[in-house]
């Protein structure tokens, strides 16, 4: 029952827009000109987005913009996995101090990512999409 429901094509847009949410969720200072980490989430975010033309509002049936969506959300995952250590603590007066917003966000954003890989590989959500285009 809950694959048939996850597998509606209004449900299927709709997580295929919200997977942003994982990309671009980082603490406010990442995003600041002076940093050199700002570039990655954006890049992948706009892989995400051509992705999403791709299946939602062209209604291609081709396999390379899901494939997209994978590669986006699995290549967030290693660069959280590769950031966390250097930027789980910083110095305060000379003492490390972990960063628990950083840390919690990292892995709040590698788990919702590891869900959308899942998601956008099971055959029920390809075809739906599939289906809806041939219907319309």
């Known amino acids: 029952m809950l ?3 996850i597998s509606q094509p ?3 847009t709709i997580l295929l827009i919200l997977q942003f949410i994982p990309l671009l969720l980082f603490p406010v200072e990442i995003y600041s000109p ?3 980490q700002w570039w990655l989430p954006v890049i992948l975010t ?5 992705a999403v033309i791709k299946i939602t509002i062209q209604r291609s ?3 390379w913009p899901w494939y997209l969506v994978s590669f986006s959300q699995g290549f967030n995952i290693i660069s959280r996995l590769m950031m966390l250590m250097p ?3 910083y110095n305060v007066e000379g003492s490390q101090v972990a960063d ?3 840390i919690i966000t990292n892995v709040v954003s590698i788990l919702i990512s590891a869900g959308y890989i899942i998601y ?3 055959p029920d959500v390809r075809l739906s999409m599939l289906a809806q285009k041939e219907a319309v």
Do not use: C, D, G
């Not at 706009?46 to 051509?50: R, V």
């Open 120 to 122: 956008a590989e099971l």
């Open 10 to 12: 209004t449900v299927v």
């Open 61 to 63: 049936s081709e396999l």
């Open 46 to 50: 706009i892989l995400a987005i051509l």
């Open 87 to 89: 930027h789980a603590t």
């Open 3 to 5: 694959r048939k429901n």
């Open 100 to 102: 628990i917003a950083y």
């Open 34 to 36: 002076t940093s050199q």
